[in-house]
């Protein structure tokens, strides 16, 4: 591996070139983290393998576990989070499914687990490409969830989610676009060591770690007593994250000059037809509204980086006084609607304003600008139907 670099405005920030699976890993090995079990999937697969090799040369240190099957990884991370060190996995797709009794459990236990996943089509057909199926389908399991656009995104938000899980004690995923960001060159700014460090701070204190001074029994009965208190704690536990995210947005740009707001827009202000988007289409989107608004379509776009937890309020702020919107979504909740969309529905049911979903990108199918700008001018041109399937793809 031999990335291109260069020193950045002469400081200590160096910009990388990588693919965004290596960044996730570089981010990883600045990340102090003790533990990380392990099992290969597709397109997932050279995260760990880029990992593998930076403990190889000397550039990390931590226990690397290969493990049987994507059940033994969560399994071990959770062994591992209850002794009270970071820990780390990654996955995709069917690996991410094999994961779900453990993925309630981590949540349940209350366990600040960070997990890269790589988003990946659900089998049957066999597919290996960009489908957010995997990750939509796990999102009442008690994980935060958040999706990356870019690699700065990938890499600033492995840091986050660190520190957001160790402060709500819930763990998270921090998801990108299969290929299209996980097996693409994108450049990012790397930080040094000793920035990273001062923002991460000390491992995680987590008050029910295995303490021989002070033995404890971890995942016993609970009954009717207990278990619904336990449930509204981390229903409490997802309400304090927002205000937790916005107080590390804050800090983050104190420290690094990079800013996140909740929302990223574009166009916003004067747009008569906004694009509802998560993923790489957001990035895409860019010339695609710039286009439109070429031809006299005031076209704006909102970009959704957290499902979980759902930032309803401040998505009403942004939508006010607005008339129409269209959810592209890279996934479909059966017997439903596109899971962004539903999301953006219930938030906004009080507003009036006009909802479509679009389901588009399936199985790694395109979405170019191209058919960004033919949904918007069929939306506008036709009486499309409340859930419309883009089947096109326009180059």
Request: hydrophobic share 40%; with cysteine.
């Amino acid at each position: 591996m031999s990335p291109g670099c260069y020193l950045y405005q002469g400081g200590q920030t160096v910009k990388k070139i990588l693919k965004g699976n290596q960044v996730i890993a570089y981010a990883v090995s600045q990340a102090n983290i003790s533990v990380i079990p392990v099992f290969p999937i597709t397109p997932q697969t050279t995260i760990i393998e880029t990992i593998a090799e930076l403990i190889k040369n000397g550039k990390m240190s931590s226990y690397y576990i290969p493990m049987e099957s994507e059940h033994s990884v969560m399994a071990a991370c959770i062994g591992a989070a209850s002794a009270g060190v970071r820990t780390f996995t990654a996955t995709s797709g069917q690996g991410l499914l094999y994961m779900h009794e453990l993925l309630h459990w981590a949540s349940g236990a209350r366990l600040p687990i960070v997990m890269g996943v790589v988003n990946r089509a659900v089998a049957p057909g066999w597919n290996i490409w960009m489908d957010q199926s995997d990750t939509v389908s796990q999102r009442d399991t008690g994980w935060i969830q958040i999706y990356c656009t870019t690699h700065q995104e990938i890499y600033d938000h492995l840091f986050i989610a660190y520190r957001l899980s160790e402060k709500v004690l819930l763990p998270s995923m921090v998801i990108q676009d299969a290929f299209f960001l996980s097996h693409t060159m994108g450049e990012f700014e790397f930080e040094e060591n000793e920035k990273i460090n001062r923002f991460m701070k000390s491992q995680p204190e987590i008050p029910f770690a295995f303490d021989f001074n002070q033995p404890k029994t971890l995942g016993s009965l609970s009954d009717d007593t207990n278990y619904m208190e336990f449930r509204e704690k981390i229903y409490t536990a997802f309400i304090d994250a927002q205000q937790e995210i916005k107080d590390l947005y804050q800090e983050f740009e104190q420290q690094f000059g990079r800013s996140y707001p909740i929302y990223e827009t574009y166009q916003l202000d004067d747009a008569e037809i906004v694009l509802g988007l998560s993923g790489t289409i957001y990035e895409t989107s860019y010339e695609a509204i710039d286009d439109l608004r070429k031809e006299g379509i005031k076209a704006g776009m909102v970009k959704i980086r957290y499902l979980r937890p759902f930032f309803t309020e401040e998505l009403r702020e942004l939508m006010k006084n607005k008339k129409k919107m269209l959810v592209i979504d890279r996934n479909f909740s059966f017997g439903r609607d596109g899971v962004f969309a539903s999301e953006i529905k219930a938030a906004l049911q009080k507003d009036p304003i006009e909802i479509k979903t679009v389901i588009a990108g399936l199985g790694g199918r395109d979405v170019t600008k191209n058919t960004v700008k033919m949904i918007v001018k069929k939306s506008l041109n036709e009486n499309l139907p409340e859930i419309y399937w883009e089947k096109e793809v326009f180059v």
